[in-house]
Each structure stands twice: as structure tokens, then as C-alpha cells.
């Protein structure tokens, strides 16, 4: 609930991105490092090999540049907004439904890409996409991507995987013969409702959604009904990895959307756990490092867009977060993803992956829909049980 009642004050400046305008001029040349680098990232994303390692894409930068980094971890889109319109950070590692409210906030600053050699090695299906780019302008390097797994207790689930999110969204009997009310989780941010309206296109076609993130307000009320009574089955709203780790662990929760991440830190840990893309598709996040205005560091900065491009950290953050590498050639000779890797987690199912972004109350599905202050508010309503 707190982290939900920190969104609000994250998109009250937001109104419409239509009009975005272009922030200062980027960068025209690379200078000497200021030695100090802070990053805002989601779990997991910038390693130093403190919990295993063999993931440590930090120390060799440091000792190449002379920039010392500093990371602070935030849970959720909504945090990492708050967190870059305070100030006082370098770098973000923003999702699709964080990025463009950054942009239209003046958060963060253009980007020039002659300054990042390894620009031209990012897959051509990222290197406009639209939650980077506005009017042809870039708002940061690709980092890494992938999907809102369905992740499961395969003991619960007599080692058959779910084939639905119904699991999640409907009261149901599960193979092992006990309810899933209270067994069951979901996520703790707005964005979540993108998922419900995911799953009511296959089962209610009726309603015309065209777009999960771009509901009219038929379609939105038919996807907070269905949180609704998904409210009288979940356990917990999720936003920390780990403790939805501890959850799975020891306090019987046997379904719920997740991130590749806690998968893979289980099934690490031998516990019986696996993931599967439901017959309704996923939603996911294709991350962008983006560049606060007023950071205080550009030049470090700059230095850990490049480096964060390079094959080896692609590769390793990849088979550490269970990710997609933006850059293709990560994909083969790294040890730690393996050559198959990238297909293992979901390379060639990009175009089956509803990507995270901000909605807007203008659409190109419909004309109007619902905007994004109305899933925040709404969405602590449904956690409160309203």
C-alpha cells in the first residue's frame, strides 16, 4: 500500500504526452570521468558480485574509469519516477510504463549516440522503440528485457504446467485438490491492471480491447470487476523479489506473475519451481538506462551506457536476471547464458509480449482512454478492498 500511495505524487505532473518537449541538448563531448556514479535499477540489474561471484559487471568498471557506483533499488515503475524527480541521481533503469513519464516530466535529458560506439550493435527491434524515442529524439540506451512469467509450485501443480492466468484471476481446485484462494499472488503496482484486460481479451472478446493499456471505460471497469474478486484470493500484493522468494518458500503461495529473476533464484536453489507463458501472453518490460537532466556525473554516466552495451555485461546480467539481451551477440559465447540462453528466455517471443507503458487519456486504439492517475488511485482501492 505505501509504495502505491508514493505513485500518486510520481504522475501528478503528468497530463499528456502528446506534447512532450525536447529537454536540453544532449552531450557533445566525452570528458574525463567525475569519479562518482549513482544508478536507480531494479533488483538485480547492476551486480557486484556480493551475492554470487560470478556476476560482477561493477568492480571491472570501476577500476577501468575511476567511477565509483552507487545503486539504489527501487520495487516498482512508480518509485523509480518519484525517485528521479526528487534528484539527486545519475542513471535509471526505467521500464516502459516509467520511461515516456520521465521524458514528458523533463527527468531525464536526450541522449547522443555518437557518444556510445556500441550503439550500432543493439537489435534494430529496439533501437527506436517507442518508449525511448520521441520525434526521433533517444532517451537512453536499451538495456535489457523480458516477460511477466506465470511462475508456479510444480508440486502444487502435479508437475503439469497451469495452460492459464486463470489460476491468479478465478477461485479454481488446483491438481493437488486445494483451493487456490490465499494461495495466490499478484502485483502491487497500477500497472498490474494491463494483465487483468490482458486476460479478458481471450475470455471476454466482447469487450473489443485491442490494447491492455489502452481501455475505454467499459473496458476498464470490466478489468477492475476482475481485480475485484481476484482481491478475495491473493495472499499478497507483491513488489519485492526476494520476499515474494520467501513467500513461495514458506507461506504456501504456489502461483503468481513474477519475473524470470525469482525463477531462476529458486530452481538455483533446487526448489520446485517453474514458469510458462499462459495461452493469454504476457506482459513485460523492455528497460531503458536513461540520463537524469540534471545529473551531476554525465561523463561516468556515459561510460556505463557504453559498458552496460558491452556483450559480456548483456550476457551476464541476462543469465543472472533471466533477461533478453538488447545486443545480439551477447547471445552466443558467454558462459554464464550459454548459447542457448537468449532462446531459453524468450528471444523469439518478443512480438508475443505486451511490453510495459504509461496510459494515456489520448490512445491510438480508441481516441480516449482511461489514463494512467486513474489506475493508480483505483488500483490502492482494489488493494484495500474497495
Given at each position: 500500500m505505501k509504495k502505491l500511495l508514493q505513485s500518486c505524487t510520481a504522475i501528478t505532473a503528468i497530463v499528456s504526452f502528446a506534447t512532450t518537449a525536447i529537454a536540453q541538448e544532449p552531450l557533445k563531448e566525452l570528458g574525463k570521468g567525475e569519479g562518482a556514479l549513482s544508478i536507480v535499477a531494479w533488483a538485480g540489474y547492476i551486480e557486484r558480485g556480493e551475492t554470487d561471484k560470478n556476476y560482477d559487471w561493477v568492480t571491472k568498471f570501476e577500476a577501468d574509469t575511476g567511477c565509483k557506483v552507487t545503486v539504489k533499488t527501487a520495487a516498482t515503475s512508480d518509485e523509480m519516477v518519484a525517485l528521479m524527480n526528487e534528484g539527486g541521481f545519475d542513471l535509471v533503469t526505467a521500464s516502459g510504463d516509467a520511461s515516456l513519464r520521465l521524458v514528458a516530466g523533463k527527468r531525464v535529458q536526450p541522449i547522443n549516440t555518437d557518444l556510445i560506439p556500441?550503439?550500432?550493435?543493439?537489435?534494430?527491434?529496439?533501437?527506436?522503440?517507442?518508449?525511448?524515442?520521441?520525434?526521433?529524439?533517444?532517451?537512453?540506451?536499451?538495456?535489457?528485457?523480458?516477460?511477466?512469467?506465470?511462475?508456479?509450485?510444480?508440486?502444487?501443480?502435479?508437475?503439469?504446467?497451469?495452460?492459464?492466468?486463470?489460476?491468479?484471476?478465478?477461485?479454481?481446485?488446483?491438481?493437488?485438490?486445494?483451493?487456490?484462494?490465499?494461495?495466490?499472488?499478484?502485483?502491487?503496482?497500477?500497472?498490474?491492471?494491463?494483465?487483468?484486460?490482458?486476460?479478458?481479451?481471450?475470455?471476454?472478446?466482447?469487450?473489443?480491447?485491442?490494447?491492455?493499456?489502452?481501455?475505454?471505460?467499459?473496458?476498464?471497469?470490466?478489468?477492475?470487476?476482475?481485480?475485484?474478486?481476484?482481491?478475495?484470493?491473493?495472499?499478497?500484493?507483491?513488489?519485492?523479489?526476494?520476499?515474494?522468494?520467501d513467500d513461495f518458500k514458506n507461506e504456501g503461495v504456489v502461483a503468481s506473475g513474477s519475473w524470470p529473476f525469482q525463477v531462476n533464484l529458486m530452481k538455483a536453489e533446487g526448489a520446485k519451481i517453474a514458469s510458462t507463458f499462459p495461452e493469454e501472453g504476457v506482459t513485460g518490460w523492455a528497460d531503458t538506462t536513461m540520463l537524469h537532466a540534471d545529473s551531476e556525473h554525465p561523463n561516468c554516466a556515459y561510460m556505463w551506457m557504453e559498458h552496460s552495451l558491452s556483450p559480456k555485461v548483456q550476457g551476464d546480467v541476462s543469465a543472472w536476471f533471466g533477461t533478453v539481451p538488447s545486443v545480439p551477440a551477447a547471445c552466443k559465447g558467454n558462459e554464464l547464458l550459454t548459447d542457448e540462453g537468449c532462446t531459453t528466455n524468450g528471444y523469439d517471443n518478443f512480438d508475443k509480449i505486451s511490453f510495459w507503458k504509461t496510459p494515456t487519456s489520448k490512445c491510438e486504439s480508441q481516441g480516449e482512454c482511461v489514463p494512467y492517475h486513474r489506475w493508480v488511485s483505483d488500483y490502492i482501492g482494489v488493494i484495500g478492498g474497495r
Amino acid at each position: 500500500m505505501k509504495k502505491l500511495l508514493q505513485s500518486c505524487t510520481a504522475i501528478t505532473a503528468i497530463v499528456s504526452f502528446a506534447t512532450t518537449a525536447i529537454a536540453q541538448e544532449p552531450l557533445k563531448e566525452l570528458g574525463k570521468g567525475e569519479g562518482a556514479l549513482s544508478i536507480v535499477a531494479w533488483a538485480g540489474y547492476i551486480e557486484r558480485g556480493e551475492t554470487d561471484k560470478n556476476y560482477d559487471w561493477v568492480t571491472k568498471f570501476e577500476a577501468d574509469t575511476g567511477c565509483k557506483v552507487t545503486v539504489k533499488t527501487a520495487a516498482t515503475s512508480d518509485e523509480m519516477v518519484a525517485l528521479m524527480n526528487e534528484g539527486g541521481f545519475d542513471l535509471v533503469t526505467a521500464s516502459g510504463d516509467a520511461s515516456l513519464r520521465l521524458v514528458a516530466g523533463k527527468r531525464v535529458q536526450p541522449i547522443n549516440t555518437d557518444l556510445i560506439p556500441s550503439w550500432k550493435t543493439i537489435d534494430e527491434r529496439l533501437q527506436n522503440a517507442p518508449w525511448h524515442t520521441v520525434n526521433g529524439v533517444h532517451y537512453g540506451t536499451p538495456y535489457v528485457w523480458g516477460p511477466n512469467v506465470l511462475m508456479y509450485n510444480t508440486e502444487a501443480f502435479k508437475d503439469q504446467a497451469p495452460t492459464s492466468w486463470k489460476v491468479v484471476f478465478e477461485e479454481m481446485t488446483l491438481p493437488d485438490g486445494k483451493s487456490n484462494k490465499g494461495r495466490v499472488q499478484a502485483y502491487d503496482g497500477p500497472i498490474y491492471v494491463a494483465d487483468a484486460a490482458l486476460y479478458l481479451m481471450k475470455h471476454k472478446p466482447e469487450l473489443g480491447i485491442k490494447d491492455p493499456y489502452e481501455l475505454n471505460e467499459d473496458q476498464y471497469k470490466a478489468a477492475l470487476d476482475l481485480l475485484r474478486g481476484q482481491r478475495q484470493l491473493v495472499g499478497r500484493y507483491w513488489h519485492d523479489a526476494m520476499i515474494q522468494i520467501d513467500d513461495f518458500k514458506n507461506e504456501g503461495v504456489v502461483a503468481s506473475g513474477s519475473w524470470p529473476f525469482q525463477v531462476n533464484l529458486m530452481k538455483a536453489e533446487g526448489a520446485k519451481i517453474a514458469s510458462t507463458f499462459p495461452e493469454e501472453g504476457v506482459t513485460g518490460w523492455a528497460d531503458t538506462t536513461m540520463l537524469h537532466a540534471d545529473s551531476e556525473h554525465p561523463n561516468c554516466a556515459y561510460m556505463w551506457m557504453e559498458h552496460s552495451l558491452s556483450p559480456k555485461v548483456q550476457g551476464d546480467v541476462s543469465a543472472w536476471f533471466g533477461t533478453v539481451p538488447s545486443v545480439p551477440a551477447a547471445c552466443k559465447g558467454n558462459e554464464l547464458l550459454t548459447d542457448e540462453g537468449c532462446t531459453t528466455n524468450g528471444y523469439d517471443n518478443f512480438d508475443k509480449i505486451s511490453f510495459w507503458k504509461t496510459p494515456t487519456s489520448k490512445c491510438e486504439s480508441q481516441g480516449e482512454c482511461v489514463p494512467y492517475h486513474r489506475w493508480v488511485s483505483d488500483y490502492i482501492g482494489v488493494i484495500g478492498g474497495r
